[in-house]
């Protein structure tokens, strides 16, 4: 992290996690292990257990986000969520283009940046993801291929819209696996992500962009892989299940 230069947010990914009841007991017990956190703290919960997440986070550090919204603003899209549906909750934030949209849910580079637009639009902040499968690894294309998901993903988006963006990189091969990247291989990516913005855009544009690094980081990996210079956190999915290791994770970040 370089807090000089931009914040660091630790992201909890809950998935498809967690009833509303479930929910609740989940942020009373992690509210007052995180209210002195010196990083941005947010949950992205599923759909349903969003009122009550905004709920019991009202008036505290913790902000809440999505998983994903639709493209459209509106419509017949059975089953789909919009980003101003989101937004006038006061939902502050969503996840886009998740591996496992991608892999699961017929997500592509093209959507992921439709979806960019729209959430941005609507006024969220969005976490976009990027990351490279084990083969493209194997290959020596994940630079390559990180860069270009980044760049089709930002397709349109405004340098003051950028303001709004977070990019998480999750390489596929280490998310709910138990295997992460080594800190230099996070660091790595992070740093390549950061060149291509600093290309569309520029070098301070990228200099001010979070970029986490999310796989199966947990309280015990979480402190060198934050201690990166290009590494601003981290999108924690299994690990934001359990209020104390997200804490510690949140600590680490806090440094
Ligand atoms: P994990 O998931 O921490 O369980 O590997 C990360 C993510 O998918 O965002």
Known sequence: ?????RSAV??????????????????EELKPLVANAGCGVVICVPFVDLQ????ATAGTNIKVGAQN?????????????????????????VVLGHSERRQYFGETD???NKRTLAALNAGLKAIV????????????????LVALQTKIALQGVSKQALKNVIIAYEPVWAIGTGKTATA?????VCAAIRATVAKVYDQETADGLTIQYGGS???????????QPDVDGGLIGGASLKAADFAVIVDAASK
């Open 69 to 93: 919204c639709h493209f459209e603003k509106s419509g017949a899209f059975t089953g789909e969520i919009s980003a101003d549906m989101l937004k006038e909750m006061g939902v502050e934030y």
């Open 217 to 227: 980081m947990n309280a015990g990996n979480a402190a060198e892989l934050v201690a």
């Open 10 to 27: 630790i992201a909890g990914n809950w998935k498809m996690n967690k009833t509303p009841s479930e929910a609740k007991t989940l942020i």
């Open 52 to 55: 009550v997440a905004l709920e």
């Open 184 to 188: 230099e291989q996070a660091n790595e």
């Open 1 to 5: 992290m370089n807090k000089a230069l």
């Open 110 to 112: 093209v959507t992921v």
């Open 129 to 144: 993801c990027v990351g490279e499968k084990l083969e493209d690894r194997e290959q020596g294309i994940t630079e390559e």
